[in-house]
């Protein structure tokens, strides 16, 4: 196995299942697949649809937990120095393998509960704060949807007429057009940037479990309206990386204003990113490049 043969196995699954259930599935997975890029994982969920949580040998040993007898890995595209299992770099990159924690046993892991709404919405908010930005539930001037930037006051407004759940992936989605876009006062949101902002606020709310109760296809915009229904493989794959840069990076401000997270003690379900360490890939996530 090559890293030829990875980029040509991503190609393929992109171009035979391109959808916005594909898509859906990719953010799905990058919510709980913290520190992974775009393209692993879509390798990831190729070659283990239920992966929630992976990590190399020695990442596993470090949590008190050895690769189970007979257990197949997971062939990704990591940075050649922290490739565990490669078959030559290529680039600078090399075949990493990673196993899920379903394939592993040892010490009982702790892991976060999902967050609250309204907690997630106030970290939202500081986040906004920071950025030089008050943030008010009111009427919107505009037809955008769910919120507004008016950039001349330096307010965002969320419509007052959204549940929690709502209006905080609302409130996300805008905070990634201040983070992913140059947005003229006069510009609305349309096209791929649409697709983008609703993107990574699915993703943080995914991640944080904290999701409105609608099937997903519902809160993230329509691909084939705006990529189209065959799109070239590289262009999924940019709108790929920067996405799950843009949410991990959105994750991280969240996170700073966020009460430490309760613990409890099982497999993984929800998220579990404050446990995690540095995987294979890992720097290519954070940086938002794709190998």
Known sequence: MTVDDLRG???????????????????????????????????????MPGAEWVDGRQGWQRRGRRIARGASGIRIIAPAPERECSAGPVQGHGVATVWDVSQTDGRPLQLTTGRQAQDVFAALEQVAIAGGYRVDRGRLVSDSGGAETLHRGRRIVVADDLDVPMATMALAHELAHHRMHKRSRESSCHGIARL????????????????????????????????????????????????????????????????????????????????????PGAEVAERGLEP
């Open 9 to 47: 196995a991503v190609e393929t699954d992109i171009r035979r299942n391109w959808s916005d259930a594909a898509w859906c599935r990719w953010l799905d997975a990058a919510a709980v697949l913290r520190d992974q890029s775009f393209r692993n994982i879509v390798l990831i969920k190729l070659q």
């Open 196 to 279: 983008e902002a609703s993107s990574v606020a699915f993703m943080l709310a995914s991640r944080l479990g904290c999701l409105p109760d609608q099937p997903t296809t519902d809160l993230i915009a329509t691909t084939a309206g705006i990529v189209g229904r065959t799109p070239p493989v590289r262009q999924v794959e940019t709108l790929g990386g920067r996405v799950v840069a843009a949410a991990n990076r959105l994750y991280d401000a969240v996170d700073r204003y966020l009460s430490p997270p309760q613990m409890r003690p099982g497999a993984p379900a929800v998220a579990f990113p404050e446990l995690a360490t540095h995987s």
